[in-house]
């Protein structure tokens, strides 16, 4: 069956702190691979997507995605997180618009 | 500025009331999609429109009503709703399968039409 896990539901980092969130999936073929951001009572906005070549790509916002087959993952990268990062983060696969999206991490950050 | 328009944001109404959300794209993209997220749940597919033709029904009750007129404008028409239906509507679009190049497909998404049923 496919679908995404994103494990953690809720994550806080200092202002500053680098920032990693994790994303698996399960997908029959090679997936189209994405991340968005909601801001609170807002829609989705592309952070980025990964379809091919190379594994690592980047984004908007400073936010950079790696791509790893062996690991069925895709998780998604920022060095140093500002206040305004604060946000729900979705991590999604699919392609042709049939996305599949995961439940969200919930992003504080604290000054 | 997602180049995906809903109206209207916010929309309070009655469980008798009937009203309609809008949703208008200006991307030149050929599929349409409704959304409901409700809290603590993740992004629910309601419906899909691909050139027009709807494509998906994801089991949606017959209370929501879609309708796509034209590539550019989707409208979901809501009847008789209940308190359980309070969400968040999104509305998003992408190009897909434009002659024969296939495409990545991602969505854009509207900022949504937070409803709330009495």
């Known amino acids: 069956a496919q679908s995404v896990t994103q494990p953690d539901i809720h994550i806080t980092v200092s202002e500053g702190a680098s920032l990693e969130l994790r994303c698996n999936y399960s997908?029959?073929?090679?997936?189209?691979l994405f991340w968005y951001v909601q801001s609170p009572g807002q829609g989705l906005q592309l952070l980025l997507k990964?379809?091919?070549?190379?594994?690592l790509v980047q984004g908007i916002k400073g936010f950079e995605a790696e791509f790893k087959r062996s690991q069925s993952s895709f998780n998604l990268r920022k060095p140093s997180v500002h206040w305004s990062d604060a946000a729900e983060y979705f991590c999604?696969?699919?392609?042709?618009?049939?996305?599949?999206f995961g439940k969200g991490t919930k992003l504080s950050v604290k000054p | 500025e997602t180049g995906v328009t809903q109206t209207p944001r916010h929309l309070v109404m009655g469980m008798t009331n009937k009203k309609s959300l809008k949703c208008e794209q200006h991307?030149?993209?050929?599929?349409m999609y409704w959304y409901k997220q409700s809290a603590k749940k993740p992004l629910e597919l309601m419906f899909v429109?691909?050139?027009?033709?709807?494509?998906e029904n994801n089991s949606v009750p017959s209370r929501f009503s879609p309708e796509c007129p034209n590539s550019s404008h989707l409208f979901l028409h809501l009847h008789t709703l209940q308190p359980e239906d309070s969400a968040l509507y999104l509305c998003?679009?992408?190009?897909?399968?434009?002659?024969?190049?296939?495409?990545?497909?991602?969505?854009?998404f509207g900022e949504g039409s937070r409803l709330t049923v009495l």
């Open positions: 999604a696969v699919g392609s042709q618009g049939n996305l599949i």
């Open positions: 997908y029959g073929a090679t997936p189209y």
């Open positions: 998003a679009s992408s190009q897909v399968w434009k002659r024969k190049i296939l495409n990545t497909g991602e969505l854009f």
């Open positions: 429109y691909n050139f027009k033709e709807q494509t």
């Open positions: 991307l030149g993209h050929n599929a």
């Open positions: 990964y379809f091919s070549g190379d594994t």
